[in-house]
């Protein structure tokens, strides 16, 4: 997993509450047996006419806003099944962090496990990053994971909560498996202690 530090980049205003699993990748990708070209199908069920062509008003498909890192979401966002390839999704595309009023439970765990960066603000400072986006799309909005600080052009700074645990994980770029790894000799100390 790619270590998540600190991130400087534009954003996407998706102005959409509870945006569910199945909306963020819908069920005919999931056959893939890689997370790569993920991408392709994110949002698709918005994102495309039926005929494979790009909905020129989808925001995603929008020139100005190519190359964004972060997400910016309304409320409830990741809702539905347990998927993973929602967050696969995401990542492939080239998101490193979603901004949102509040997530599902179980998008946001696996968000932290696979290194999207879930980051929870008000919903009035949702709203104000939505305006601020859509008027200068090249706004860069800075988000430091250390300092678990949401930082604006203006010096306008926000903070947001994450477990410690978790936070440590994405500083180092591990999962769950990895952590535990990166453990062992200290692991195999303690049993060397241990043993009768």
Same mark, same amino acid.
């Given at each position: 997993?790619?270590?998540?530090?600190?991130?400087?980049?534009?954003?996407?205003?998706?102005?959409? &509450?509870?945006?569910?699993?199945?909306?963020?990748?819908?069920?005919?990708? #999931?056959? /893939?047996?890689?997370?790569?070209?993920?991408?392709?199908?994110?949002?698709?069920?918005?994102?495309?006419?039926?005929?494979?062509?790009?909905?020129?008003?989808?925001? #995603?498909?929008?020139?100005?806003?190519?190359?964004?890192?972060?997400?910016?979401?309304?409320?409830?966002?990741?809702?539905?099944?347990?998927?993973?390839?929602?967050?696969?999704?995401?990542?492939?595309?080239?998101?490193?962090?979603?901004?949102?009023?509040?997530?599902?439970?179980?998008?946001?765990?696996? =968000?932290?496990?696979?290194?999207?960066?879930?980051?929870?603000?008000? &919903?009035?400072?949702?709203?104000?990053?939505?305006?601020?986006?859509?008027?200068?799309?090249?706004?860069?909005?800075?988000?430091?994971?250390?300092?678990?600080?949401?930082?604006?052009?203006?010096?306008?700074?926000? =903070?947001?909560?994450?477990?410690?645990?978790?936070?440590?994980?994405? #500083? &180092?770029?591990?999962?769950?498996?990895?952590?535990?790894?990166?453990? &062992?000799?200290?692991?195999?100390?303690?049993? /060397?202690?241990?043993?009768?």
């Amino acid at each position: 997993m790619q270590p998540f530090t600190a991130l400087s980049a534009a954003a996407v205003p998706l102005r959409m &509450e509870n945006v569910d699993t199945d909306q963020i990748i819908p069920a005919r990708y #999931l056959t /893939a047996v890689t997370k790569d070209g993920m991408g392709a199908g994110l949002f698709s069920w918005i994102r495309y006419h039926p005929d494979g062509t790009p909905k020129a008003d989808f925001v #995603l498909n929008q020139p100005e806003y190519q190359g964004a890192r972060i997400l910016i979401a309304g409320r409830n966002f990741g809702s539905g099944s347990s998927r993973e390839h929602a967050v696969w999704a995401l990542t492939d595309y080239g998101f490193r962090c979603v901004i949102s009023p509040g997530f599902a439970d179980i998008f946001y765990n696996n =968000s932290l496990k696979n290194g999207l960066l879930p980051v929870t603000l008000a &919903e009035e400072v949702v709203a104000m990053l939505w305006d601020l986006v859509e008027e200068e799309p090249a706004t860069t909005i800075q988000v430091d994971l250390r300092s678990q600080t949401v930082t604006l052009p203006d010096g306008q700074q926000h =903070s947001f909560a994450i477990d410690p645990f978790r936070k440590i994980c994405l #500083l &180092e770029g591990l999962d769950d498996l990895g952590y535990i790894s990166s453990k &062992e000799a200290e692991i195999v100390a303690y049993e /060397a202690r241990s043993a009768y």
